[in-house]
């Protein structure tokens, strides 16, 4: 019923092949120079991934180069230096859509996944809603995916989570209405590891006339993604979460969509025409981009992806799945440790809690033992009402984890054993 989306899409990259290379993780760890610190005079064991990854030199350098020789203000200036920042500026679109399987002129530059979903809510949801209208996102939520339709006074209705953390996927599709305005669910949880079946929502969604914004914040460093083969309206996500800089990020929409909507933000760049008593718009996407944009945060972005790109999305999610397995059999076996979400197909991430121990406890005990790893809410507190938990400890991986980290993660949590019961 509720079948994963991402081998399917991890092949459609890939026709050809379906046993990836294996990943030289030793060679991709020496790409990341913050992994070679001592954490609390341990070895470093990130295990936050989902809250943010490293970024390796390649995106370091990107960012250090464009400073160095390109910095200007883009699409404004006829110098040389000015044509070389819109350049890269605007090849990083290309990049972008690309990475997406998108048009260029489809791609809006936003701070960021939460960013895009406020833009989505306010010039796609807002000016189309009528009292008592709604959107349908499912229980398993980041806040981001919540409170921007809240803002613009959208009714929000949540699909049931079942008890393996998958979705029910049967009444969310009852709950397709003619007051639903829009459907926004998450591709991958950043508490749960669910992979959402969004490929298959977005048809039955479609089927009764309704749009689809996916959030992918947590499945783009993951797996490979094509917003068309997907058939989503919407798609957002976050360089930061995909080895790029932090205050980066784009929305996808169709460009009839694009088209169709009013501009957010006024100011300079998203304008054609101004007088006082009347303003015209430039194209789209500029329309959404007024001011001064994050121009090396779009220049970094395009080098964490092609980056990645080069690394192979299929390699990755082989690795990373392979991660997976061991970590949580590892795990499993602590006594009084109960994993929260293990759908099947699941990304790699593990949530848990230990019935001795607060999560915030355990995070502090890891935290001594050089283990990085997120403890709370994780922004869905929806999720944390549904299990009857405070929170979790979480910990989520990246492709520069090794064998290494799940040995000290182990090592980490007997320690808690010993200390806290
Ligand atoms: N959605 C999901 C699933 C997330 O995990 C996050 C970040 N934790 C966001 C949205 C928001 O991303 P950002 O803070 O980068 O805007």
């Given at each position: 019923?509720n079948?994963?989306?991402?081998?399917?899409?991890?092949?459609?990259?890939?026709?050809?092949?379906?046993?990836?290379?294996?990943?030289?993780?030793?060679?991709?760890?020496?790409?990341?120079?913050?992994?070679?610190?001592?954490?609390?005079?341990?070895?470093?064991?990130?295990?936050?991934?989902?809250?943010?990854?490293?970024?390796?030199?390649?995106?370091?350098?990107?960012?250090?180069?464009?400073?160095?020789?390109?910095?200007?203000?883009?699409?404004?200036?006829?110098?040389?230096?000015?044509?070389?920042?819109?350049?890269?500026?605007?090849?990083?679109?290309?990049?972008?859509?690309?990475?997406?399987?998108?048009?260029?002129?489809?791609?809006?530059?936003?701070?960021?996944?939460?960013?895009?979903?406020?833009?989505?809510?306010?010039?796609?949801?807002?000016?189309?809603?009528?009292?008592?209208?709604?959107?349908?996102?499912?229980?398993?939520?980041?806040?981001?995916?919540?409170?921007?339709?809240?803002?613009?006074?959208?009714?929000?209705?949540?699909?049931?989570v079942l008890d393996d953390g998958a979705l029910d996927?049967?009444?969310?599709?009852?709950?397709?209405?003619?007051?639903?305005?829009?459907?926004?669910?998450?591709?991958?949880?950043?508490?749960l590891g669910t992979?959402?079946?969004?490929?298959?929502?977005?048809?039955?969604?479609?089927?009764?006339?309704?749009?689809?914004?996916?959030?992918?914040?947590?499945?783009?460093?993951?797996?490979?993604?094509?917003?068309?083969?997907?058939?989503?309206?919407?798609?957002?996500?976050?360089?930061?979460?995909?080895?790029?800089?932090?205050?980066?990020?784009?929305?996808?929409?169709?460009?009839?969509?694009?088209?169709?909507?009013?501009?957010?933000?006024?100011?300079?760049?998203?304008?054609?025409?101004?007088?006082?008593?009347?303003?015209?718009?430039?194209?789209?996407?500029?329309?959404?981009?007024?001011?001064?944009?994050?121009?090396?945060?779009?220049?970094?972005?395009?080098?964490?992806?092609?980056?990645?790109?080069?690394?192979?999305?299929?390699?990755?999610?082989?690795?990373?799945?392979?991660?997976?397995?061991?970590?949580?059999?590892?795990?499993?076996?602590?006594?009084?440790?109960?994993i929260i979400g293990t759908a099947p197909g699941k990304?790699?991430?593990?949530?848990?809690?230990?019935?001795?121990?607060?999560?915030?406890?355990?995070?502090?005990?890891?935290?001594?033992?050089?283990?990085?790893?997120?403890?709370?809410?994780?922004?869905?507190?929806?999720?944390?009402?549904?299990f009857?938990?405070?929170?979790?400890?979480?910990?989520?991986?990246?492709?520069?984890?090794?064998?290494?980290?799940?040995?000290?993660?182990?090592?980490?949590?007997?320690?808690?054993?010993?200390?806290?019961?």
């Open positions: 019923m079948q994963p989306e991402r081998v399917p899409t991890t092949l459609t990259r890939v026709p050809n092949r379906t046993v990836p290379p294996p990943l030289d993780v030793v060679a991709i760890r020496a790409q990341f120079p913050i992994l070679a610190q001592l954490s609390r005079g341990k070895r470093l064991a990130y295990l936050d991934n989902s809250a943010t990854t490293q970024k390796p030199e390649a995106v370091i350098q990107a960012l250090d180069h464009y400073y160095r020789h390109d910095n200007a203000n883009v699409h404004r200036g006829l110098y040389e230096l000015a044509e070389r920042a819109t350049g890269a500026y605007e090849r990083a679109r290309e990049v972008i859509a690309r990475f997406l399987g998108a048009q260029h002129d489809e791609i809006v530059y936003t701070r960021g996944t939460t960013e895009a979903i406020n833009l989505v809510a306010r010039c796609y949801v807002q000016p189309r809603l009528e009292p008592g209208d709604e959107v349908l996102v499912t229980g398993m939520e980041h806040h981001s995916n919540i409170v921007p339709w809240q803002l613009v006074g959208a009714k929000v209705v949540a699909a049931p996927l049967a009444a969310w599709k009852k709950l397709l209405n003619p007051r639903v305005k829009l459907a926004a669910v998450v591709q991958v949880s950043n508490t992979v959402n079946p969004v490929a298959e929502m977005v048809r039955a969604a479609h089927a009764r006339g309704i749009p689809v914004f996916v959030d992918g914040a947590q499945a783009v460093a993951h797996m490979a993604v094509d917003v068309k083969a997907m058939g989503a309206d919407f798609y957002a996500f976050s360089a930061h979460k995909v080895y790029g800089p932090t205050g980066f990020g784009a929305l996808y929409a169709k460009r009839e969509l694009l088209e169709a909507m009013p501009p957010w933000h006024g100011g300079g760049d998203m304008i054609r025409t101004v007088t006082f008593e009347h303003s015209t718009w430039n194209d789209v996407p500029y329309k959404f981009e007024a001011g001064t944009p994050d121009i090396a945060g779009a220049v970094g972005t395009a080098a964490a992806l092609e980056w990645l790109e080069a690394v192979g999305l299929d390699a990755v999610h082989a690795h990373e799945t392979a991660l997976l397995d061991e970590a949580t059999r590892r795990v499993a076996k602590i006594p009084g440790l109960r990304a790699a991430i593990i949530s848990f809690v230990m019935d001795s121990a607060h999560p915030q406890d355990v995070g502090d005990v890891l935290n001594m033992e050089g283990v990085a790893v997120r403890t709370g809410h994780h922004c869905t507190m929806p999720v944390m009402a549904r009857c938990i405070p929170g979790t400890v979480r910990a989520s991986f990246g492709v520069y984890n090794d064998a290494a980290d799940i040995d000290q993660l182990e090592h980490a949590l007997q320690t808690v054993k010993r200390l806290l019961g």
